[in-house]
């Protein structure tokens, strides 16, 4: 089978997460990415490695996509982060709004990430490939599903060429998503993101935080396997292999890998995938 990839980093805070990250992008370089991807801190709070690690990916003749998120920015800032971004040459944005630490107040000159999409698309005309963020699960502070799809839609004419769903292990949440989204006039794609499975404990922690439900099966199994990390490893790489497969075979644009900065268990997904 096979389908278009990109994987998403993070920006590493060490020399030595820094060195294993780019030993982790040439194990998955193989699997020929459309682009991969590096998170922004809610603030700017990781400019410097965002568009550092952004600079490796393109220094190594890969299409690099900078997350930039616009919850506290001034229009002044986020005028300069895109004519510095530019600069090097950077071509794809994943726009969103972010989220600020509690206690901070959202300040700033953009409410969401629509704005901030009209805002890039209005001084940059089309400079950039806009991605921006699809939540098939819901957002978890969206006022109604409702509200959350019509914010979606709006999001996505604003001026988006696609978009990145949230990690989700219901697949019928995604294409009930995504028919919906067409309804309303969005033909733009929608990619899945993926989380591989590797740890019990930090998908539980991700998955609260963001709204992603873990279906009670898959929640018990884990559970069950208490340390044992190489039944959690083995159990998590049948069941997002299965759901890849699932949404390959209901012909999705593509699939988004949420790598955590680790290939192995992406790299044995699409090996399973794709076999050679
Ligand atoms: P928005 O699209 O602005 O939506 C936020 C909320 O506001 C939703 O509840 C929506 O329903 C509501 N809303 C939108 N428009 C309106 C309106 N006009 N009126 C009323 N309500 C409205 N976070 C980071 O900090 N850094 C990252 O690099 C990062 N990367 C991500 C990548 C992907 C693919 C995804 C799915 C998420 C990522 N996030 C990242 C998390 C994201 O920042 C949070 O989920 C954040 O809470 C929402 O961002 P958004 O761009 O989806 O916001």
Known sequence: MTVAVSFEFFPPKTPEGA??????????????PEFCSVTFGAGGSTQEGTFGTVGEILAEEVDAASHFSCVGASKTTVR??????????????????????????????????????????????????????AYPEIHPQAKSAAAD?????AKVKAGANS?????????????RFVDDARRLGVDEPVVPGIMPIT??????????????EIPRWIRLRLQGFGDDTDSIKSFGLDVI??????????GVPGLHFYTMNQSAATAEILRRLQPV
């Not at 019990?200 to 992603?212: E, K, N, P, V």
């Not at 292999?241 to 209901?250: E, I, K, M, R, V």
């Open 149 to 153: 799809l019509q914010a979606f839609a």
């Open 163 to 175: 978009a990145i769903t949230q990690y989700f292990f219901n697949a019928d949440a995604y294409f």
């Open 80 to 133: 300069e982060q895109l004519a510095a971004l530019r600069a090097m040459g950077v071509r794809r944005l994943v726009a969103l709004r972010g989220d600020l630490p509690s206690g901070y107040g959202m300040g700033g000159e953009f409410h969401y990430a629509s704005d901030l999409v009209a805002f890039i698309r209005a001084e940059t005309g089309d400079a950039f490939h806009i991605e921006v963020a």
């Open 19 to 32: 060195a294993k990250l780019r030993l982790t992008r040439q194990d998955l370089y193989g699997f020929k």
């Open 199 to 212: 740890s019990s404990t930090q998908l539980m922690r991700f998955s609260d935080a963001c709204g992603a």
């Open 241 to 250: 292999t299965a759901l890849c497969d699932q949404l390959c075979t209901a």
